[in-house]
């Protein structure tokens, strides 16, 4: 299977674990991609830290002058930062702000995002702690293109886990980040195989689909 390096930008606020699985599929070669910068709105983000640790240009970003969203000069910056290294995919990993229509419309289909639930369920903050209280039996996550809502785009694949008798949020929220882990370089994988076509609402994936070590 034929596949097309991905030049990845990462904008992340906290602690990077999802960036990092990233980094691994990369240095193990199942995935053909490079992380070429990692954006954080939070400056002490271990995130940048660990981007530092492989040698990725790591940048804080002022968002202060919003409290929710990338918008307004800020906005501007990260699609300049973005630009000027080169990326094409966009990577939120655990991005804890709305992105908007300027940053979408400059990398089209190209923004992905991971949400610790399984969609259109619990979308928003503290997902895990949502489905716990819910009282749901199964859990996970979903990798999704990002549009204009929140959490509400196209899902390219979602991954389950169980809810146990006895889960506290902390609980249930690592077992899913050990299938986000997983997750998030296999969509990335399907991109790069360009596996991936989007129609409405719906990801579809084409017949020949790359399997674990291609690259
Ligand atoms: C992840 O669980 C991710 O799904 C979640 O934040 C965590 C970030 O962890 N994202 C959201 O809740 C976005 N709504 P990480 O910094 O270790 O990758």
């Known amino acids: 299977m034929r596949t097309k390096k991905l030049h990845i930008g990462v904008l992340g606020s906290g602690a990077g674990s999802n960036m990092q699985s990233v980094v691994d599929a990369v240095q193990v070669k199942k995935l053909n991609a490079e992380i070429n910068i990692v954006i954080s709105d939070v400056a002490g983000a271990t995130i940048l830290d660990r981007a530092r640790t492989h040698n990725i240009p790591a940048h804080w970003l002022d968002c202060s002058a919003y409290r929710t969203k990338l918008d ?51 979308p928003g903050l503290y997902a895990w702690k949502q489905a716990l209280d819910y009282g749901v039996k199964v859990a996970g996550c979903t990798v999704h293109f990002v549009d204009d809502g929140t959490d509400t785009g196209p899902i390219i694949l979602q991954k389950t886990v169980p809810v146990l008798e006895g889960d506290t949020p902390e609980t249930l929220h690592a077992r899913i980040q050990e299938q986000e882990h997983l997750a998030y370089p296999e969509a990335l994988r399907l991109i790069s195989a360009g596996c991936l076509r989007v129609e409405g609402r719906r990801v579809i994936m084409n017949d020949s689909t790359p399997d674990a070590s291609a690259r």
């Not at 000027?84 to 940053?103: E, N, P, Q, S």
């Not at 190209?110 to 639930?117: D, M, S, T």
Request: hydrophobic share 50%; glycine share 6%.
């Open 72 to 122: 307004g000069e800020a906005e501007r910056a990260c699609i300049q930062l973005m630009n000027d290294h080169g990326v094409d995919t966009v990577v939120l990993a655990g991005f804890m702000r709305i992105v908007k229509r300027r940053l979408l419309d400059a990398f089209p289909n190209r923004v992905l995002n991971i949400h610790p639930a399984l969609l259109p369920a619990f």
